[in-house]
C-alpha cells in the first residue's frame, strides 16, 4: 500500500531539515543513544530527588523532541498511525502457491507467522527484487515451506498461523489484522505446495466498491 | 517550578503502581504469547539477513545463534511473570524492561528499527519506569504521560503529514474502504460510514481533536472520567472499522485512583462484618432470650 504524503503540509523546514540531514550518516548512533543515555540516568533515578527529575525530565524532552520532529528513536515513538493521505489506487502483493498438480492457490499470510503480514509485505517491496536469483530462489522456498506447514494445520483443524497455539482467537492480533484467506478445507490444497508464485492485485477503491471483479491481477514472479 | 517538581515527586499509593505493573506485565506476556518462538525470525535464509543494515541488528543486540535468543526469549517469559507477582519487582521490572527493548524490534527488524504499535512499545518503558523509580509513585505519573504523548502525537503526526485535509470526508472514505479491501474484510458499517460524508467529517476531526486534547487528562483528573472510556470505545472502533488494533488498553487504566476503590472495599467489608457480627449476636440474644443492646 503506497501512500503518499501531502507536499505543502511537510513541515521539515529549512534549518532543522538541515541538521537532520547533516546528522543523517550517523543516524544509527545516534538513535540508540537515546535509549542509553535514558538507562543511565534510569539506574541513577532512585539515588535522590534531583536524579529522579533529572530522569524524568530527559524522558519527557526526548519524548517531545522524537514526537514534534517525527523522527524516529525507538522506544521513543512519533507515534505516527495511519498519518498520511490514502490514494484511491492500491495495489497488494499477494502469494501464490502452485501445488503438485499445478493448480495456484491463494496463500494465507498468516502462514508467516510469527512474521507479520504487513512486516514481510513491506520487506518484499523493499528488497526482494534486489536481491540475486538465488536469493530470491531461497526466500521463495521458504515461503512455501510455511506455507506448506500452514496448509497441514490447517487442515487438522488449526489455524495455518502460529500466533494462536495458545490463545486461539483471544491471541494478541497484529496492528494491521488481516481477515482469512483460507476459510475452509476447500481454499487449501490436499496435495503438498511446490512453488511460489507472487502476483501484484491493484485495483481502484471506488470502482472495486462498486464492482468487485475490477482489479487487475498480473505475475511479477514464479519460483523454480 | 516547585509546584512542578513537588507533582511528580508526590506520593502515589501503592496500589496505583502496583496497577501499573500488573497491567504492564499482563499485556507485554499476552503479546509475547501470541508470537510463538518469535526468535526463530532469525532463521530466515542468510540472503534475507543480509538486506537487514548490521547496524540495525547492533542497535538492539540481535547478534547471537538462535539458541542462545530462544534461551533469553524464555527468560523474558520469566521475568514477565516474576514481574507481575512482583517478586524482587525493581530487577524484575528492569529486565523485562530490557527484554523487550531487545525483542520487540524482531517484529518489523526486516524493514524497520521501528516496531512502535505493535503492543510492546509502552510496556517496555513502563516496566522500565517501574524498575528504575523501585516504587515512587512517579513511575505512575510518567506512564499516564507516556500514554498522553502517544495520543498527542498520533493527532500532530496526522497534521504534519497531512494538513487538514486528513480529516475530510474523501480520505476517511478512501481509508474506511482501502483498509478493508486491502486486509480481505467486508465490514458492513465502514461501508455504510464511509457513504455518510458527514459521518465521515466527524470521525476525521473528533478523532484529531480528540487526540490532541488528550493530554489534559494529566493535569485534570476528573476529565479521564470521560477521555478514558472515550479512548476505550475509540481503540474498539478502530478495530472493527480500521483494522487497526491497539494491544495497550488495558494500560489505560493506569489514569484511575485504585486507593479510592480499595478505601470503598474495605469499609464494604467492614460493614458487612460489622453487619454478621451484629446478626449472630443477636440470633445469641434470642437463644438467651435476652436483647443484644
Known amino acids: 500500500m503506497w501512500q503518499r504524503r501531502a507536499g505543502g503540509a511537510r513541515a521539515r523546514h529549512g534549518g532543522v531539515g538541515a541538521v537532520i540531514h547533516f546528522l543523517a550518516p550517523w543516524k544509527d548512533l545516534i538513535r540508540p543513544a537515546f535509549f542509553l543515555f535514558f538507562l543511565i540516568l534510569g539506574f541513577r533515578a532512585r539515588r535522590s530527588q534531583r536524579a529522579a527529575l533529572t530522569f524524568i525530565a530527559y524522558t519527557i524532552a526526548v519524548s517531545l523532541l522524537i514526537g514534534f520532529t517525527q523522527l524516529e528513536a525507538w522506544p521513543f515513538s512519533d507515534w505516527a498511525l495511519v498519518h498520511t493521505l490514502r490514494e484511491p489506487d492500491m495495489n497488494r502483493l499477494d502469494f501464490v502457491g502452485i501445488d503438485a498438480d499445478g493448480r495456484a492457490w491463494m496463500i494465507d499470510p498468516r502462514v508467516m507467522q510469527p512474521i507479520a503480514t504487513e512486516e514481510f509485505d513491506t520487506w518484499m517491496r523493499m528488497k526482494f527484487f534486489r536481491m540475486s536469483d538465488s536469493g530470491r530462489q531461497a526466500v521463495s522456498e521458504e515461503i512455501i515451506r510455511r506455507a506448506e506447514e500452514g496448509r497441514k494445520r490447517f487442515l487438522a483443524g488449526g489455524s495455518p498461523g502460529s500466533d494462536a497455539w495458545l490463545f486461539g482467537h483471544f491471541a494478541a492480533p497484529r496492528h494491521f489484522h488481516n481477515g482469512a484467506v483460507w476459510r475452509s478445507p476447500n481454499d487449501v490444497p490436499r496435495v503438498p505446495f511446490r512453488r511460489l508464485r507472487l502476483v501484484v492485485t491493484r485495483w481502484n477503491i471506488e470502482q472495486f466498491e462498486r464492482d468487485h471483479n475490477a482489479l487487475t491481477r498480473t505475475v511479477i514472479y514464479e519460483s523454480h | ?293
Open chain 2, 1 to 293: 517550578m516547585n509546584r512542578i517538581k513537588a507533582w511528580w515527586l508526590a506520593p502515589e499509593p501503592a496500589i496505583n503502581v502496583t496497577i501499573a505493573r500488573v497491567l504492564l506485565a499482563l499485556t507485554a506476556l499476552w503479546v509475547i504469547l501470541s508470537r510463538f518462538d518469535l526468535p526463530s525470525t532469525l532463521q530466515l535464509p542468510a540472503d534475507l539477513w543480509a538486506t537487514v543494515p548490521f547496524e540495525r541488528r547492533l542497535r538492539f543486540l540481535l547478534l547471537f545463534s538462535v539458541s542462545i535468543e530462544r534461551v533469553l526469549w524464555i527468560a523474558l517469559h520469566v521475568a514477565l511473570v516474576l514481574a507481575l507477582f512482583g517478586v524482587k519487582e525493581r530487577w524484575t521490572c528492569i529486565v523485562s524492561g530490557l527484554l523487550l527493548y531487545h525483542f520487540a524490534p524482531l517484529e518489523t527488524v526486516l524493514w524497520t528499527p521501528n516496531p512502535y504499535l505493535r503492543g510492546l512499545t509502552i510496556p517496555c518503558l513502563g516496566l522500565l519506569f517501574i524498575g528504575f523509580a523501585n516504587r515512587a509513585g512517579w513511575s505512575v505519573r510518567l506512564l499516564q504521560f507516556l500514554l498522553c504523548v502517544m495520543y498527542f502525537f498520533a493527532g500532530y503526526s496526522k497534521l504534519f503529514a497531512s494538513g487538514t485535509e486528513w480529516a475530510s470526508p474523501r480520505n476517511i472514505r478512501l481509508y474506511l474502504l482501502g483498509l478493508d479491501q486491502f486486509h480481505f474484510f467486508h465490514t458492513a458499517a465502514a461501508h455504510a460510514i464511509a457513504d455518510n460524508a458527514v459521518l465521515c467529517r466527524f470521525i476525521g476531526i473528533f478523532g484529531i481533536t480528540y487526540e490532541l486534547l488528550f493530554p489534559v487528562v494529566l493535569v485534570r483528573p476528573k476529565w479521564r472520567r470521560i477521555f478514558v472510556p472515550v479512548a476505550i470505545v475509540f481503540h474498539v472502533l478502530n478495530s472493527w472499522l480500521f483494522h487497526v488494533f491497539f494491544h495497550d488498553v488495558a494500560i489505560l487504566l493506569v489514569f484511575f485512583d485504585f486507593s479510592g476503590a480499595q478505601g470503598a472495599l474495605a469499609r464494604w467489608r467492614a460493614a458487612g462484618s460489622r453487619g454478621s457480627r451484629t446478626a449472630s449476636t443477636g440470633q445469641a440474644a434470642d437463644r438467651a432470650e435476652t436483647s443484644p443492646g
